[in-house]
């Protein structure tokens, strides 16, 4: 995670506001009127968010503030009401749009012209008798899950932003702090239930429609994810690093790391941010002990770079550990000081974005954290970025002039721009059940960002940066990347590089489940051969 200063955020945000100044004001009476046929319960008509409502703005955005024009956004609170809605789109001749979380790299989780089901209020967490598994509700976010699960002293692998939609985020895949040696978060699934395009609720595992739960783990969407088992685990005490180096050896300290993360013991997991004026490494040993993580990290030789400021702690809780990167420790502490700490970013509500710049009435309701009498989630920050990410392959590897030339020509960016690129090592040790592509192949996953800016110079700067550093790279480290960062504008064929080998399969896998392209957006597999493959 990175945090934006509150100067930044307030130029980039500009942009944003202008854009929903003009948003459409059409009134879809046949959709409206069986949406609200469709609502259960309380509250039904502040519940539907239409073009003329003044929350339109705010529940039409996402965590990355890039505007786009849903038709109607309804906000489900039970599992029952899902399928009538899923009808009402067919019915309506609309596209169905799931949210459960809203951090589309792209905002297409609220798409154009669309029916938009969030989700983020049916957020059930129930463990089993024996604590081995859980039963999720699709738009319970990570935080939601961890606090929950974390008072059974279990949890579930899984990644590190506290507001992100488990809907969704398994849907891509779901790379994570313990993958190496744990695997992706979709390997530790059991079930899903997901509602189907012609409105039928079905049950998805290794048993029962293998095709497309094999399909919806990695592979996009196939079906509306309403709720999925996964296992849970009882992670060990581990030992943590922190690091911090300067800007004169930055190129040095990301040349060291990147010779020697992905090459240690599956336990280690860590992540290099490379900054224009500095880097820093986190590093998670799970289930060792200081001394251990000590031998590996001199091993590196980043001790050895000048000025490089180090710290090893151990006995560190999960709580802790998942702390770090949150930047809000840089050592591991007692239990209690980090659960409360950990509470200031995953005791989230079903809404927990900071507010929308410039609309004219904040959406939300019912936001109750899960943990209620407890410190209540910051709210997480909206940002406006450019975006591009890469899988470092182990058939391309990384050669040194490349590393040189992302840091020489980062470095020389202005600081209003914002540059962080995260560096994550995978080489991950469990073989794929998924289909999720790239995890016997991937390196390292790379994703760099610069922000958008209303300043058309430094915006114009940001832009022919992200474009050249595109046209370097896609030659030298190939086109593999992640669909969980989505990339509007990406170079090269969306379909191979997110899904590599495994489109034609799932494009059958689509065919059969959703044969008129329901829930379908920009880029995801149609039901029928993408252009650009061959099958």
Not at 159 to 187: E, K, S
Not at 206 to 230: H, I, K, Q, S
Request: hydrophobic share 40%; glycine share 8%.
């Amino acid at each position: 995670m990175k945090l934006y200063s509150s100067s930044i955020a307030g130029v980039l945000l500009i942009c944003f506001a202008q854009l929903i100044a003009v948003a459409p004001t059409q009134n879809n009476a046949a959709l409206n009127a069986c949406v609200e046929h469709a609502l259960v319960g309380k509250n039904v008509k502040g519940r539907i968010v239409t073009p003329s409502s003044d929350t339109y703005a705010a529940a039409s955005a996402g965590n990355v503030l890039l505007a786009e024009y849903p038709a109607v956004i309804v906000y489900a609170t039970s599992v029952d009401e899902i399928s009538p809605l899923v009808k009402c789109g067919t019915a309506s001749g609309y596209k169905v749009t799931p949210r459960s979380g809203g951090h589309h790299f792209e905002n297409w989780s609220a798409l154009n012209e669309t029916l938009v089901v969030d989700i983020s209020h049916i957020n059930y967490v129930k463990s089993s008798n024996d604590l081995s598994t859980a039963t999720v509700a699709a738009g319970a976010k990570l935080g939601q899950i961890y606090e929950t699960l974390d008072q059974t002293g279990h949890t579930m692998i899984g990644g590190i932003c506290p507001t992100v939609g488990i809907g969704g985020y398994l849907g891509v895949g779901g790379y994570n702090m313990q993958m190496r040696a744990y695997g992706m978060a979709v390997d530790h699934v059991q079930s899903i239930k997901a509602v189907l395009a012609d409105g039928r609720l079905v049950t998805a595992s290794a048993t029962e429609n293998p095709d497309l739960f094999w399909a919806m783990r990695g592979g996009g969407t196939y079906g509306f994810t309403v709720e999925t088992t996964v296992k849970t685990f009882t992670i060990p005490r581990s030992a943590m690093v922190w690091m911090n180096f300067t800007g004169p050896t930055r190129n040095e300290a990301t040349q060291k790391y990147l010779d020697w993360a992905s090459k240690q013991d599956p336990l280690f997991n860590s992540q290099l941010n490379l900054y224009s004026d500095r880097a820093g490494v986190l590093g998670w040993y799970v289930g060792k002990t200081v001394p251990e993580l000590t031998a590996i990290v001199k091993a590196s030789g980043l001790m050895d770079i000048p000025d490089a400021n180090i710290k090893v702690s151990g006995n560190c809780s999960t709580e802790n550990s998942r702390n770090f990167w949150q930047y809000t420790q840089t050592e591991c502490t007692d239990d209690a000081t980090a659960h409360e700490l950990f509470n200031t970013w995953f005791n989230v509500v079903p809404d927990n974005f900071a507010p929308v710049p410039g609309a004219v009435k904040q959406f939300g309701f019912d936001d109750i954290p899960v943990l209620p009498n407890q410190t209540k989630a910051i709210p997480w920050p909206r940002i406006s970025l450019i975006n591009k990410t890469y899988f470092i392959t182990k058939s391309k590897p990384l050669q040194p002039e490349t590393i040189q030339y992302i840091t020489e020509k980062s470095g020389a960016l202005p600081a209003e721009l914002g540059f962080w690129t995260e560096m994550t090592s995978f080489n991950i040790s469990t073989p794929a059940t998924s289909a999720f592509a790239w995890q016997e192949e991937a390196e390292y996953l790379f994703r760099f960002e610069v922000l958008r800016s209303s300043n058309t110079t430094l915006q114009a700067i940001g832009q022919k940066f992200m474009d050249d550093l595109d046209a370097y790279l896609v030659p030298r480290i190939g086109s593999a990347s992640y669909a969980g960062y989505v990339d509007a504008d990406i170079s090269t064929n969306p379909y191979t590089s997110y899904w590599g080998d495994n489109v034609c399969k799932l494009s059958s896998v689509k065919k059969r489940y959703d044969p008129t392209n329901l829930f379908s957006n920009p880029f995801s597999i149609p039901p029928t051969t993408p252009e650009g493959v061959q099958c």
